[in-house]
């Protein structure tokens, strides 16, 4: 059969991923690439001849519209990119995540993209490696009990850059069931400088699920992590057991009653990227046209949680969701720790 186009808007990481991932896939064939920047095109016209290279996204898709369109810029960018993209005949799309730099533009991408049902992939890694999605299926399947609580612990990392990547995993896990409400605080002492953006230097996020489920989230440069492994770690807690896992590791920790002393357990992982799954995986739905936006649905839930997360951590508030719903409380002037000053408003706690 003959191989689907691809064109790329964005030749950084994201793209980049997008583009060796194509390459390397027997389905797809790369076509053109667009980026502001002038020094990228040479460098990738050298690696991939085959690829037509713009400086103008527009004018990349008059010049030489495909089959898919990835869109892998910043996120500011997204919806403006996605909405001319969906201008064009496509058969499927990819946008990086985070879905958009709002919740409230991430929702109109995928809303776009369902007005126009095609398929869309939004490619957290998590969701096509073979570990995580076992141990997705094991807590799926009761095997640790009914589930209660994800803690992550994730060092020298941030709410945005790697914590939408956890979080969308949780959601997953969780069985998509939507959050209640977000609780969190930051440091922005330093303001570390972490893909392109300024983020905060320590943060700890607690997240209710409508089910009764808590995340519990630390991010940041002095989280240390108390784990079984240093680095990312991930505790999920069940009424008959728990998992260790560590994010990107291949293997994981499994304690219930057929493993009470625990078991390090393995899966076999493929050898292709987690971008080519990813567009692999759009493959069945343009054959029936029946899009599945699962995946992007949690990644707009994930991208609601980090929204939250840093409006409570800026007014000291818990937050409910949806987001579109929620009205900030008028600010008040007592702080936590001071004595309570009658006649100032509040209400009896031993009276709830």
Same mark, same amino acid.
């Given at each position: 059969m003959d191989k689907l186009t691809v064109s790329f808007v964005g030749g950084g990481t994201g793209g980049r991923l997008s583009l060796d991932a194509v390459a390397a896939s027997e389905y797809y064939q790369p076509a053109a690439l667009a980026d502001l920047r002038q020094e990228v095109s040479p460098e990738l016209r050298e690696k991939y001849p085959e690829l037509q290279t713009?400086?103008?996204?527009?004018?990349?898709? #008059?010049?030489?519209?495909?089959?898919?369109?990835?869109?892998?810029?910043?996120? /500011?960018?997204? %919806?403006?990119?996605?909405?001319? /993209?969906?201008?064009?005949?496509?058969?499927? +799309? !990819?946008?990086?995540?985070? !879905?958009?730099?709002?919740?409230? @533009?991430?929702?109109?991408?995928? %809303?776009?993209?369902? #007005?126009?049902?095609?398929?869309?992939?939004?490619?957290?890694?998590?969701?096509?490696?073979?570990?995580?999605?076992? +141990? +997705?299926?094991?807590?799926?399947? /009761?095997?640790?009990?009914e589930l209660k609580l994800v803690e992550i612990q994730s060092p020298g990392w941030d709410i945005l850059s790697a914590g939408i990547h956890w979080l969308n995993f949780a959601v997953n896990l969780n069985g998509q069931s939507p959050a209640h409400s977000v609780l969190a605080a930051c440091d922005k002492t330093t303001r570390t400088f972490r893909d392109g953006m300024q983020v905060e230097t320590v943060a700890v996020m607690y997240v209710q699920m409508v089910n009764g489920v808590r995340i519990v989230m630390q991010t940041g440069d002095t +989280?240390? @992590?108390?784990?079984?492994?240093?680095?990312? /770690?991930?505790?999920?807690?069940?009424?008959?057991g728990q998992i260790e896992f560590w994010g990107w590791h291949p293997d994981y920790y499994l304690f219930n009653a057929d493993h009470p002393k625990g078991k390090l357990i393995a899966p076999a992982e493929e050898a292709t990227s987690l971008h080519q799954r990813h567009l692999e995986n759009l493959l069945p739905m343009i054959a029936s046209g029946e899009p599945d936006y699962s995946l992007p649905e949690s990644s707009l839930t994930a991208l609601e949680i980090c929204e939250a997360a840093y409006l409570s951590a800026r007014h000291g508030i818990e937050v409910k969701l949806p987001l579109d719903q929620f009205e900030i409380p008028a600010p008040n002037n007592w702080e936590p720790g001071e004595p309570y000053v009658s006649g100032e408003g509040g209400r009896d706690g031993r009276k709830l």
């Open positions: 713009f400086t103008d996204f527009r004018e990349m898709f #008059q010049a030489c519209p495909t089959d898919i369109v990835c869109v892998n810029t910043y996120p /500011a960018s997204h %919806e403006l990119v996605t909405l001319e /993209a969906l201008k064009l005949p496509l058969k499927a +799309i !990819l946008v990086e995540k985070p !879905l958009g730099h709002s919740v409230a @533009s991430g929702r109109r991408i995928l %809303e776009a993209v369902k #007005q126009r049902n095609i398929p869309m992939a939004v490619p957290h890694g998590l969701m096509v490696k073979r570990c995580p999605l076992e +141990i +997705i299926g094991r807590t799926k399947n /009761a095997e640790i009990g +989280i240390r @992590s108390n784990g079984r492994r240093d680095g990312t /770690a991930f505790r999920i807690i069940g009424t008959a």
